[in-house]
């Protein structure tokens, strides 16, 4: 009975579509057609055994599980049992939320963006999808990121985003490569290359410097200059030769702010956005002279600095800042080659990322070894391009976080698109984070417990091999590109420059250090130079004796000024005054009858002054008296005796000791007139 539901069973499979009992028209050519499928059993049922009939049942049943005959109809025979896990629907996973943290994020533009994929903002405590900061990323916080987790910095991208570090790698490759990298000014980083800078502006006198700090940004701290003499040698500051013939755009200089998307290292993948800004100076260009060289409206075309300018156009065709397709637009019109000229900027730009690409790959295969379902990087740079008057791009700097206020129209839509593209381009889905979590936990668990100990040995199952993450992620980045480009890869054009020594790097860095460090103890060693210098001419110039003359003037001078206060303080009468006078003056006698101060002193005697005695360390000896000091000492002494009595202080001691009865004898004898003064002050006025 088996065999023969079995035998109907399959008549009734091998039925055709237009065959079937619904849809037959006669009945001559159903009873031909279930003649030959008899046959056809019976041959089946003879020469196979019944595995093979269990196999065609289950290659049947999966036919119509998976609908490759849809016109198949059901029979009155028996059917086959359908094991109930088929049955079963399969339920749809729910796609999980992706999470950004923005705690280091000033930019709206990009919370809005964001919002607008369904990303949900979160703080760093939690397990964050993307992490989108303003700051260049940290080592430490670099370890710390799981294998879902991504960040819009490379470590090591300030290698070509500080302006000192991007003059050393430009320079060591154009020692290595000189027809490659010409494509910016000569470039010296001070005070390491300060002899060699000033050298050259001595000889080419007619150029003009550009002079910048090492990290700043926003034209902050940026001038001009015909001369390296007013600049300190220690002073850390980037050199450039000016450019002194720019492309203009009606009379105005201008620069390009073009947007660049670094989506891995390793690959090294570069897109570049068609879209992006032209910012113009608001003063109309001339050459550089002693008159000009301070209006940063006329040489610098920085935003933050010419949106002060008075003469700063809002117009988006014809203002201050526009666009690049407009900026196309007017140089086709001029009937520039645009293929040609952008030709040559894709390579400005990937020539500059192949110059920090070795320490790209380094730190993020230092920092991230673990990532193997995305890349953990991507970053958008600012790249600056300034045309010559020849239409040649050079590159002025990078900007590892260039700006996203969008505080006009202009800048909405330049910036808005860019990030809509840039997260599209990504694939924010492409990672599920409870998979990877899953993961982690069973690799944490087989590793304490060691149950994966003889793994390598398990018989394991034959499967087609699936795609790597990295070639899902390429190839959605090819069918999503948007408003980018891809300047690299693109064939083997810059495969040369990949073959860079492996010493250069470090050898230029080192040798850079070594400048640095020599130029600081040429320093060190000019300051100590001068102030050993200030200190032989102060010993050269000794302070003289003074003579009587002069010791008169001055203690004539002292008196004055003290008898003035003392008058002010006190009530005086001429009587007092004639007293204190004589006192001083017998003070005066005793002090240059026993100071030598007073006695002349020869000039032979001044001009052969003995030097200074050496001073014995670590002895019971005593010192050298030293002439000099020795009167200067008692100098110093007379005078302190000499305002102590002007200022009446003895008179008050003499007073108070009195009332308190502590004088001795030979003080009242000594002091007596103070006291005969004060009771000739305290006593009436006669009219």
Request: include cysteine; hydrophobic fraction near 30%; charge should be positive.
């Amino acid at each position: 009975m088996e065999l023969k539901s079995h035998e109907n069973f399959l008549y009734d499979e091998d039925l055709p579509s237009h065959q079937s009992p619904k849809y037959s028209h006669s009945v001559s050519t159903n009873q031909r057609s279930l003649g030959k499928k008899k046959q056809l059993g019976e041959q089946l049922l003879n020469d196979e055994a019944a595995e093979n009939i269990a196999s065609l049942m289950l290659l049947n049943y999966d036919s119509k599980l998976y609908d490759e005959d849809d016109t198949s109809q059901p029979t009155s025979c028996t059917a086959p049992i359908i094991p109930i896990e088929a049955l079963r629907k399969k339920k749809k996973r729910k796609r999980s939320q992706i999470s950004i943290c923005l705690t280091n994020c000033r930019y709206e533009s990009i919370r809005k963006v964001a919002s607008a994929f369904g990303m949900r903002e979160v703080s760093e405590e939690e397990a964050w999808n993307f992490y989108w900061t303003d700051m260049s990323v940290s080592v430490e916080r670099a370890k710390e990121m799981k294998r879902f987790q991504r960040i819009n910095h490379f470590p090591g991208m300030l290698e070509i985003c500080r302006k000192d570090l991007l003059a050393r790698n430009l320079n060591r490759m154009q020692k290595i490569y000189p027809k490659e990298y010409n494509f910016f000014p000569k470039t010296w980083c001070l005070p390491a290359d300060f002899g060699e800078a000033f050298n050259y502006s001595k000889a080419r006198k007619n150029k003009t410097f550009i002079i910048k700090p090492e990290c700043g940004s926003q034209g902050r701290g940026i001038y001009l200059t015909k001369s390296l003499k007013d600049i300190k040698p220690t002073d850390k500051l980037i050199c450039q030769v000016y450019l002194s013939k720019p492309y203009l755009v009606d009379g105005y200089k201008f620069d390009i702010r073009v947007y660049t998307l670094i989506t891995s290292c390793d690959p090294l993948r570069i897109f570049v956005y068609n879209e992006g800004l032209v910012r113009f100076a608001t003063s109309r260009y001339a050459d550089p002279n002693i008159n000009n060289t301070t209006n940063v409206f006329m040489h610098l075309t920085n935003y933050a600095l010419n949106k002060h300018s008075r003469t700063y156009v809002y117009d988006s065709e014809a203002g201050s800042k526009r666009k690049i397709s407009t900026l196309n637009k007017l140089l086709l019109s001029q009937g520039v080659d645009l293929d040609r000229l952008w030709h040559s900027i894709d390579q400005v730009i990937v020539k500059t990322i192949i110059s920090a690409w070795p320490i790209l790959k380094h730190s993020y295969h230092a920092c991230f070894p673990s990532h193997d379902m995305v890349h953990a990087c991507f970053e958008i740079l600012g790249f600056d391009i300034l045309l010559d008057h020849k239409l040649h791009p050079y590159i002025l700097e990078v900007n590892h976080s260039p700006s996203f206020h969008t505080d006009t129209q202009l800048d909405r839509e330049v910036k808005e698109g860019l990030l809509t593209d840039t997260f599209t381009m990504l694939n924010i889905w492409q990672c599920d984070k409870k998979r990877v979590l899953e993961e982690d936990r069973k690799r944490i668990r087989d590793r304490l417990l060691q149950t994966n100990k003889f793994a390598e040995y398990a018989p394991s199952e034959e499967k087609e091999p699936e795609k790597s993450p990295w070639q899902t992620q390429i190839q959605w980045e090819e069918t999503h590109l948007g408003n980018y480009r891809r300047v690299y890869p693109v064939g083997e054009q810059y495969a040369s420059l990949f073959q860079q020594p492996s010493g250069s790097l470090y050898t230029g860095t080192a040798s850079s250090r070594a400048r640095g460090d020599c130029t600081r103890l040429q320093r060190e060693e000019f300051q100590a130079l001068q102030q050993t210098k200030a200190k032989a001419e102060a010993l050269k110039k000794p302070s003289l004796p003074k003579t009587k003359e002069g010791d008169k003037k001055e203690k004539d001078g002292e008196e004055a000024t003290l008898t003035t206060a003392s008058v002010a303080s006190e009530k005086t009468r001429p009587r007092v005054r004639e007293t204190k006078r004589k006192e001083k003056d017998e003070k005066n006698k005793l002090s240059t009858k026993s100071s030598p101060v007073t006695q002349p002193v020869p000039q032979t005697e001044i001009k052969e002054e003995p030097s200074k005695p050496p001073y014995v360390h670590c002895s019971y000896e005593p010192d050298p008296i030293v002439e000099k000091e020795e009167r200067e000492r008692v100098n110093l002494l007379a005078q302190r005796d000499f305002l102590i009595r002007s200022y009446g202080m003895l008179e008050q001691i003499y007073l108070v000791m009195k009332k308190m009865g502590t004088l001795r004898p030979e003080d009242e004898r000594k002091y007596g007139v103070y006291g005969r003064l004060s009771i000739a002050s305290n006593s009436p006025k006669k009219v």
